[in-house]
């Protein structure tokens, strides 16, 4: 799976570890969605699309 996240996330000036921290994840956790290493939870998917301000479907790529 690709994602979208650091891409959403430097639009909003936003460095991994302030996104972790609003999702309420370790910074970790970002980096491996980042690198399409980790499959998140539905509800991870939307708090990360909330906090990005776009949809889960704009932000994961499903391949």
């Given amino acids: 799976m690709k994602t979208r996240i650091k891409e959403f996330r430097a639009r909003h000036n ?3 570890d302030d996104l972790a ?3 309420g994840v370790r910074r970790e956790t970002i980096v491996f969605l ?4 980790y499959n998140p939870s539905l509800k991870l998917a939307y708090d990360v699309a909330k906090v990005l ?3 889960i ?3 994961f790529i499903f391949e």
Wanted: glycine share 6%; hydrophobic share 20%.
């Fill in 57 to 59: 479907d704009e932000l």
């Fill in 14 to 16: 936003l460095t991994q």
């Fill in 34 to 37: 980042e690198k399409g290493k």
């Fill in 21 to 23: 921290k609003k999702v």
């Fill in 53 to 55: 301000k776009t949809s």
